[in-house]
């Protein structure tokens, strides 16, 4: 059985856990609160791009986002930063919806699932 990585370990969770060929993100939520919806999607968007390319992939190798908006009335906005993020032709599967998150500060947690390299 193919053993399991795990990445940034915490007391309560991993940042990223890589199992047969599979990264798995925990949800990425923005360092900086008092910024406006594009500057928390800019900013959760680099750290998934910088937690795949420490397991070994990379934003066009996503299988799946799941984006969960504070207020889903915000999601033009966010798609402006996620259009120009993602790579034309590796739009992955994603579901966007409108959650409370943990923090009130957060307007964006993005969990993605993506293939190793």
């Known amino acids: 059985m193919p053993a399991i990585q795990r990445f ?4 309560r969770l991993s940042e990223t856990a890589v199992h047969n060929g599979t990264v798995y993100l925990a949800g990425q939520v923005p ?9 928390q999607t800019a900013q959760v968007l680099a750290m998934v791009d910088r937690l795949l390319a420490e397991a070994g992939s990379d934003k066009t190798r996503i299988l799946m986002t799941q984006i969960f908006l504070t207020d ?3 999601i033009a906005a966010m798609n402006e930063v996620w259009d120009a993020w ?3 032709g590796h739009t992955p599967p994603r579901a966007t919806v409108q959650a409370q998150l943990a923090n009130p500060a957060y307007k ?10």
Request: net charge negative; glycine share 6%; charged share 20%.
């Open 86 to 88: 993602v790579p034309a």
């Open 72 to 74: 889903i009335s915000e």
């Open 31 to 39: 360092d900086d609160t008092t910024q406006d919806i594009r500057g």
């Open 8 to 11: 940034h370990v915490g007391p």
């Open 108 to 117: 964006i947690e993005v969990v993605v699932s993506a293939a190793q390299a």
